[in-house]
């Protein structure tokens, strides 16, 4: 069974300019998740889908980043414009359904200059 | 509202040695506890978990963790670490019936030849 696919998997931008990342999760998973990892932290939620649909999105800083799952499967998340305190590992999840095991992607490593 | 507190950000143990890593949860509602495993450059992936039952969870690689509700803790051991146990431990915590995961802030396990 293949797994939570991410890409890229590196990426560096300059402050003030937009980047997006790409989630592909496991197939039949209702339920895919993004966090944030911010070096020496743990993982945090940013938003969580339920098919198209979010579920929770009250971590999301909705003033820069935005998130879609049109078709319920892949998922995007984009931020415009970037900050320095956005570098961080994104990372995406997917689960069968809600409260499920949660199966995590490699993540995206993004460095703001 | 929910924490978890890893204590050690860091733990240095000879090869062959036990080790324990520690972790404390605060919470007024019921909750399950999990031990999330990362290695360089990979996303996390599920140790062990606690949902009910017995207080002695057994998970991969080895691995187990305790359940102490009296002391609200959840500490994971092995007695007998491996070079390819280096990597970076997270605690979490879920409310029942909730679908947010709380992480600790991690502990990097340094296994020394």
């Known amino acids: 069974e293949a797994g939570v696919a991410q890409s890229p998997r590196y990426k560096i931008i300059e402050k003030r300019q937009s980047v997006a990342f790409w989630c592909n999760p496991i197939?039949?998973?209702?339920?895919l998740y993004w966090y944030q990892q911010i070096l020496g932290q743990g993982p945090k939620l940013l938003i969580q889908?339920?098919?198209?649909?979010?579920?929770?999105d009250s971590q999301l800083p909705k003033d820069r980043f935005s998130a879609e799952r049109l078709k319920g499967v892949d998922s995007t998340l984009k931020i415009q414009p970037a900050k320095l305190e956005d570098s961080a590992v994104y990372l995406c999840?997917?689960?069968?359904?809600?409260?499920?095991?949660?199966?995590f992607g490699p993540g995206t490593r993004l460095t703001v200059l | 509202a929910q924490s978890v507190t890893q204590l050690d950000s860091q733990v240095p143990v000879f090869e062959e040695a036990p080790v324990e890593l520690r972790c404390n949860y605060s919470?007024?509602?019921?909750?399950?506890l999990f031990w999330y495993v990362q290695y360089p450059n990979q996303g996390l992936q599920l140790l062990l978990k606690?949902?009910?039952?017995?207080?002695l969870v057994k998970g991969i690689n080895g691995f187990e963790a305790e359940f102490n509700k009296s002391q609200t803790s959840f500490h994971l051991r092995k007695p007998s670490v491996h070079i390819s146990d280096t990597a970076e431990y997270f605690c979490a915590v879920r409310v029942v019936r909730d679908d947010k995961i709380i992480f600790g802030k991690g502990t990097r396990l340094h296994i020394l030849p």
């Open positions: 889908f339920q098919n198209n649909g979010v579920v929770d």
């Open positions: 919470s007024s509602v019921s909750v399950y």
């Open positions: 606690y949902l009910s039952g017995s207080t």
């Open positions: 999840a997917s689960s069968l359904i809600s409260r499920n095991e949660q199966f």
């Open positions: 197939s039949g998973h209702a339920t």
